[in-house]
């Protein structure tokens, strides 16, 4: 009788102990979530903007008001600049990117509903009101396609692009501009490091993109030790 009783509580005990166990695995679970979700920042992506000067050849930023020479824009040239910086940004550690599309449906609407509301002051609206810690917003000054070949060039690409991310309270913590037309080596022998990055040869303008989004996304923030 006591026999079987011991072997029961045996039992039991054992039971009390698994379950006691299982339940710190999904407590330091649970913490571990809690933690990594503390280090992600979401960073909701509003549409790149292709922008042309009114007069002259000099373009001024909506968000931070610096000038900078412009020229022609490709068709669908926004996007392409977009598509780099995203497919850079998802690359980087403690990153969460809230698609482009659902930031400018937010953005859109509350820019309609606050038609007093400054650029700056809309932008944080929308943050907030997607649970972004930053909004990320681009726009292009100039992009035209290399006319030629890749070994013989009539024209090179010519690319200018600024990007800046603003936090939740419209600071701009970051930002950075890229204007470059290729030139070849006799034209610009202190560029050498660039032009024999593009494989020594007259690169796309995409390609130049490409080359542009690395260099300035160097100084980006890291949200992730």
Same mark, same amino acid.
């Given at each position: ?46 549409s ?8 002259g050849?000099?373009?001024? +930023?909506?968000? +931070? ?23 850079r ?36 609206k ?90 300035v ?9």
């Amino acid at each position: 009788m006591m026999n079987h009783y011991y072997k029961n509580l045996k039992y039991i005990s054992g039971l009390f102990f698994v379950f006691l166990l299982a339940f710190a695995l999904v407590v330091q679970a649970e913490d571990e979530n809690a933690e990594k979700a503390k280090k992600t920042k979401r960073i909701a992506v509003l549409s790149f903007q292709a922008l042309s000067p009114g007069e002259g050849n000099t373009v001024f +930023c909506p968000l +931070c008001g610096s000038g900078s020479s412009s020229g022609k824009i490709q068709e669908g040239s926004e996007k392409v600049v977009e598509e780099i910086f995203v497919d850079r940004l998802s690359k980087m550690p403690g990153v969460e990117i809230i698609p482009s599309e659902k930031a400018e449906s937010v953005y859109k609407r509350i820019s309609s509903e606050k038609l007093k509301g400054s650029f700056a002051e809309n932008l944080t609206k929308a943050g907030s009101e997607l649970g972004a810690d930053f909004v990320a917003i681009g726009y292009v000054y100039r992009y035209t396609e290399r006319v030629g070949f890749k070994y013989s060039s009539a024209h090179p690409a010519s690319v200018t692009f600024e990007i800046h991310l603003v936090d939740a309270n419209g600071n701009i913590i970051w930002g950075r501009h890229f204007d470059k037309t290729q030139k070849s080596l006799m034209e610009n022998i202190f560029d050498i490091s660039s032009f024999f990055k593009g494989g020594a040869k007259w690169v796309t303008a995409r390609q130049l993109t490409e080359q542009g989004m690395d260099t300035v996304l160097k100084t980006f923030p890291r949200f992730s030790n």
